[in-house]
C-alpha cells in the first residue's frame, strides 16, 4: 500500500492511463461497432484480438518482418476472418433473442482459444522490438507504449474519419440508427454487417498486434479484452461511439490512479468494481444514449 | 393418467436404486455418480436463470467457487461440521448473487453476461489477495474425514432438490412469468410483470445450488486452490450440458448432465487437449441446429407433456 503520491507520480500515472486508454479506445470500437449495427455483442472480441497478436509474433519472428508494419497484415487478415465468422456463422443470429448470440459468440471464442491452445502452444511469447523508455523530464514514457499509442491514435481517427466521411461509414452509421429506415433508402444491410463485423475484427487485430509488443502473448490473452471493451462502451454509452473513446481514455486513467494504491493483481477487480457502479448509477453511460 | 403413473413409478425406482447404490457398488461407482449429482445440480441451476428468462450466465463457476471457500473456510478455520458449512456455502453464492444481479438485471440486453463473463477473474484474483484467509495460491486444506457416503447423499438430495424445484417453477405462475421475459420482455412489462424483480429471484434460486455443491465439493477433495475450483471450464460444460439436453425443461440439464459426463468419461477423456474445441462446436451447432435441444426434438416428434 501506497499513501504518499507525489506530483511526478500523478504525472506518470496520468500519462500512463491515456497511452493504454487509446488501446482500450480502439479495441472497444471494435465492439461497439457490431453491437450498434447488429444488436450483437461479440463474445469473440478478444479472441480475434489474441489471434491479430499471434499473426504478428508469426510475421515478426518467422519472416523476420518489422512488427510494425505487421499491423496492417494482422488488420487484413483478421478482416477476412471476421468476414468468413459473420457469413458463415453470426449472421444466422442476428434477429435470434439476445441468448442465441451471446452462447453462439462464446461458443467461437471456447473454440478459438483452444485452436490457438492447440496450434500455438500455451507458451508465453513475446515480440521484442522496441524496449526501454524516453525520459521527459519526470515521466517516463515507455517506447513500445508511445508508439502503440500513436498507431492506436491514428487508426482510430481514420475509423471515425471513414465513419464520418465515406458514403460506406454513413451507411453504416444510418443502419446503426435504424436497420428498416436504411433497408428503405436502398442501403445493403446484409453488406453492412458483413463489412461491419471485417472492420471489428481489424480493430481488435491492430490491437492485439500493437499489444503484443508489449506484453507477453498467450492463447488465453483474449477474454479479459471483450470483458474491458464492454466497460468501455458501458462507460461511454451503448451505441455512442465518440464515448467509446471517452470510456477507453477513462479506463486506463482509472487502473492507471488504481494502481498506486493496489497491487497489480487487483486491478481486474477495480474494472469489475466500475462496471457494478457505473450499471448502479448511471446505466446510460456518461455520454448517454445513441449515437447521432 | 396411467403414463403419468408409470412415470412416476419408474422415477421412485430409480430414485431408491440410486438410494440403495452405495450398499453394493464400488468406489468408482459410487464416485462417479456423486459428480454426475454435481453436475445435474449445477447444469439445473444454469438452467433456472438462463434457460428459463433466456439472460445467459457466463460466469456460474463463481458460485460454485464462492461455495467451495465458504464451506472450506468454516469446515477449516472455523470447525464447522461439514454440512452446515455447505449451506452457508450456498447462502454465500445466493448473496454474492444478490450484488451482482442487482445492478446488472435491472438493466435489459447484454449487461447481465458480460458482467457474469468477469465475475470469475474478479473472485480469483480476491481469492489470491486474501491469503490469510484463504491460503492464496497454496491453496486451502481441510482436515481429513472419509465421508464420501454421507457426501454422496447430500449431493443426491441436492440434485433431486434442484430438479423438483424447476418442476415447481416451470408449472407455476412464477415459472410462466420468467417464460415471458424470455419470449418477450417488453410484453412482460406491459402485462405488469416487475421483471427485474423476478429475473433477480431466479438469479438468486440459480446461485444457491452450485454454492451448496461447491462446499460440498470442497470437503469430498479435502483440498481447494484458485485454479480449482474458478474454472471456466467448468460454466461451459454446465452450459453445453443444459443446450444439449433441452434449455428451460425439467429433464433437459438432467439428461445432459448424465450423457454428458458419461461420455466424458468413457470417449474424451483420452482427448483431453480437444476438449474444449468440441464444447464451442457443440454450443454452436446446438444454438443454429437444434435450439431446444434433444427434449425440444423428442417433444416436437412424440406426444410428450409440455412440462417434462
Not at chain 1, 236 to 242: E, H, V
Not at chain 2, 32 to 56: D, K
Amino acid at each position: 500500500m501506497n499513501v504518499f503520491v507525489t506530483p511526478a507520480m500523478l504525472a506518470q500515472v496520468v500519462v500512463s492511463g491515456i497511452l493504454s486508454g487509446a488501446l482500450y479506445a480502439m479495441v472497444a470500437l471494435g465492439l461497439a461497432l457490431i453491437f450498434g449495427v447488429m444488436r450483437i455483442i461479440n463474445v469473440a472480441h478478444g479472441p480475434l484480438l489474441m489471434l491479430g497478436a499471434y499473426t504478428t509474433y508469426f510475421l515478426y519472428s518467422a519472416l523476420g518482418l518489422n512488427p510494425y508494419l505487421t499491423v496492417p497484415v494482422s488488420m487484413l487478415a483478421l478482416f477476412a476472418v471476421g468476414v468468413l465468422l459473420e457469413r458463415t456463422l453470426v449472421f444466422r443470429v442476428v434477429d435470434a433473442p439476445e441468448l442465441s448470440s451471446l452462447l453462439l459468440t462464446f461458443g467461437i471464442s471456447i473454440a478459438l482459444v483452444n485452436l490457438a491452445q492447440l496450434l500455438f502452444t500455451s507458451d508465453l511469447r513475446s515480440v521484442e522490438y522496441l524496449t526501454g523508455s524516453w525520459v521527459v523530464g519526470p515521466v517516463a514514457l515507455s517506447k513500445p507504449r508511445l508508439v502503440a499509442f500513436v498507431f492506436a491514435g491514428a487508426l482510430t481517427g481514420l475509423a471515425f474519419l471513414f465513419l464520418r466521411r465515406t458514403k460506406l461509414g454513413k451507411a453504416i452509421r444510418a443502419t446503426s440508427q435504424s436497420r428498416e429506415v436504411a433497408m428503405v433508402c436502398g442501403i445493403d444491410v446484409q453488406r453492412i454487417h458483413l463489412i461491419t463485423f471485417g472492420l471489428a475484427a481489424a480493430l481488435a487485430a491492430a490491437g492485439g498486434a500493437l499489444i503484443a509488443m508489449i506484453v507477453a502473448i498467450q492463447p488465453e490473452m483474449g477474454q479479459t479484452w471483450t470483458f474491458k471493451s464492454f466497460l468501455v462502451i458501458v462507460l461511454g454509452g451503448a451505441g455512442n461511439y465518440p464515448g467509446a473513446l471517452l470510456g477507453g481514455i477513462l479506463l486506463g486513467l482509472i487502473e492507471q490512479v488504481a494502481s498506486l494504491f493496489l497491487t497489480t493483481q487487483l486491478s481486474e477487480v477495480v474494472a469489475y468494481v466500475l462496471l457494478v457502479v457505473v450499471l448502479l448509477v448511471r446505466p446510460t453511460g456518461l455520454l448517454g444514449g445513441r449515437e447521432t | 393418467m396411467i403414463r403419468r403413473g408409470a412415470a412416476l413409478a419408474a422415477l421412485a425406482a430409480v430414485v431408491a436404486g440410486l438410494a440403495a447404490y452405495p450398499g453394493y457398488a464400488s468406489g468408482y461407482g459410487v464416485r462417479a455418480t456423486l459428480q454426475i449429482f454435481m453436475w445435474i445440480v449445477l447444469a439445473g441451476s444454469w438452467n433456472l436463470i438462463s434457460g428459463l428468462t433466456g439472460y445467459v450466465s457466463f460466469g456460474h463457476v463463481a458460485f460454485f467457487g464462492a461455495g467451495a471457500y465458504t464451506g472450506a473456510i468454516l469446515v477449516a478455520k472455523v470447525g464447522w461440521p461439514w454440512l452446515p458449512a455447505a449451506l452457508a456455502g450456498g447462502v454465500a453464492a445466493v448473496l454474492l448473487a444478490l450484488v451482482i444481479g442487482y445492478p446488472c438485471l435491472r438493466l435489459k440486453g447484454p449487461y447481465f453476461a458480460i458482467a457474469l463473463l468477469g465475475l470469475n477473474e474478479v473472485l480469483r484474483a480476491l481469492v489470491s489477495y486474501f491469503e490469510g484467509l484463504t491460503g492464496g495460491g497454496n491453496g486451502l486444506s481441510l482436515p481429513t474425514l472419509d465421508a464420501t457416503i454421507p457426501i454422496y447423499y447430500a449431493m443426491g438430495a441436492s440434485a433431486a432438490s434442484v430438479t423438483l424445484l424447476t418442476y415447481v417453477i416451470i408449472t407455476s405462475r412464477f415459472g410462466l412469468r420468467l417464460m415471458t421475459i424470455r419470449e418477450d420482455e417488453v410484453a412482460a412489462e406491459a402485462m405488469g410483470i416487475d421483471t427485474a424483480r423476478h429475473k433477480l429471484y431466479a438469479f438468486l434460486l440459480s446461485a444457491a445450488g452450485p454454492g451448496i455443491v461447491g462446499a460440498l465439493t470442497a470437503r469430498d477433495q479435502g483440498y481447494i486452490e484458485p485454479i480449482s475450483v474458478f474454472p471456466l471450464a467448468t460454466t461451459i460444460t454446465m452450459i453445453v450440458m443444459v443446450l444439449l439436453g433441452g434449455k428451460g425443461t425439467v429433464w433437459g440439464p438432467v439428461l445432459g448432465a448424465v450423457v454428458l459426463f458419461v461420455a466424458q468419461e468413457v470417449v474424451w477423456a483420452r482427448y483431453p487437449y480437444v476438449h474444449p474445441l468440441l464444447f464451442g462446436a457443440i454450443i454452436v451447432a446446438v444454438v443454429l441446429l437444434m435450439p431446444r435441444g434433444v427434449l425440444g426434438l423428442l417433444q416436437s416428434r412424440y406426444r410428450l407433456p409440455r412440462t417434462i
